[in-house]
């Protein structure tokens, strides 16, 4: 199956922007729905945003919709969630996620902490 590597987390002020990456290894990347979910302390786990197998259809959560962007580059096997205007708010951990159609299932990667100072 394959595996996925989060990167890009990190400490910025409130109305700061971040870029998250998230790296696929171990099976044919471009043929994975790829969202960015995201879970803050003492929360469930949230919905951030999607992009389909072929980049070409995005949907996002209501929260972060006009500030975040997702993309990915399939020759690169790279997923990215610019962010920009954070708030306070959009401190949590960022996970990447594979659907993999064929359970279905999505696979999750280790995390990135994001956190946003006021």
């Known amino acids: 199956q394959v595996q996925l590597v989060e990167s890009g987390g990190g400490l910025v002020q409130d109305g700061g922007s971040l870029r998250l990456s998230c790296v696929a290894s171990?099976?044919?990347?471009?043929?994975?729905?790829m969202g960015w979910f995201r879970q803050a302390p003492g929360k469930e786990r949230e919905f951030v945003a999607v992009v389909n197998p072929s980049g070409g259809s995005t949907y996002y959560a209501n929260s972060v919709k006009g500030r975040f962007t997702i993309s990915r580059d399939n020759a690169k096997n790279t997923m990215y969630l610019q962010m920009n205007s954070l708030k306070p708010e959009d401190t949590a951990v960022y996970y990447c996620?594979?659907?993999?159609?064929?359970?279905?299932?999505?696979?999750w990667g280790q995390g990135t902490q994001v956190t946003v100072s006021s």
């Open positions: 996620a594979a659907f993999d159609s064929s359970y279905p299932r999505w696979v």
């Open positions: 171990g099976r044919t990347f471009s043929g994975y729905a």
